[in-house]
Every structure is written in structure tokens, then in C-alpha cells.
């Protein structure tokens, strides 16, 4: 069982390309209560870069996966959990820290 990974929230999409820190992510100014994506570094510290669609406080309805969000930017909650299908990587995103399975 490794360490939860820190999620930290960049705003600025130039930083977070720049800096590529395991676990980051930023997110465009997704509309309160609707449908949006979140872009992260995979928490292993393979390098890969991905998108997930999400909802502001719902699963939003698609023939691809979709993840709930809590609405936090600070410390993000997502459900169910993120498979990484590039390197394995399995947990959770819950308040802010990626937790592997
Ligand atoms: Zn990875």
C-alpha cells in the first residue's frame, strides 16, 4: 500500500503543463452544476496526462465513463474510482489525495 498522492490544483493550465507534478490537475472554469472535465497527472509518476469527464455533483449520463465530483476544487472527492488503463494505476480520488487500491 503506497502513500496517498497529494492532488494539487493548478488554475493556471500553463503551470500545470509546466510543472507535471504526479497528481495534479487543473480544470477548466467547468459551469457550477453541470457537466465539465478535470485533467490530471497520474498519480504513479508514470508522466501520463489524463481527462476525465465529470459532474458538479452528479454522474453525468453517457456511453463513456463519467465520474461525480463533490464540487470542491481544493481538496476533490470523484466516484467511483479512476482506472488507468496506460500503466494500471487503480484508487480514489477522495478530499484532495489520490488513494491506490
Ligand atoms: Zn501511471
New binding site residues.
Given amino acids: 500500500m503506497t502513500d496517498p498522492v497529494r492532488a494539487i490544483y493548478y488554475q493556471d493550465r500553463d503551470a500545470f503543463r509546466r510543472d507535471q507534478i504526479?497528481g495534479s490537475f487543473w480544470m477548466p472554469d467547468n459551469p457550477a452544476g453541470e457537466q465539465g472535465s478535470i485533467w490530471f497527472y497520474?498519480?504513479?509518476?508514470?508522466?501520463?496526462q489524463a481527462r476525465l469527464t465529470i459532474g458538479d455533483g452528479f454522474k453525468p449520463r453517457s456511453y463513456h465513463a463519467t465520474w461525480c465530483w463533490d464540487g470542491n476544487r481544493q481538496s476533490p472527492t470523484l466516484k467511483p474510482s479512476v482506472r488507468?488503463l496506460?500503466?494500471?494505476?487503480h484508487g480514489w480520488l477522495r478530499n484532495g489525495y489520490w488513494e491506490a487500491c
Fill in positions: 504526479p497520474c498519480p504513479c509518476g508514470c508522466g501520463a488507468q496506460t500503466c494500471g494505476w
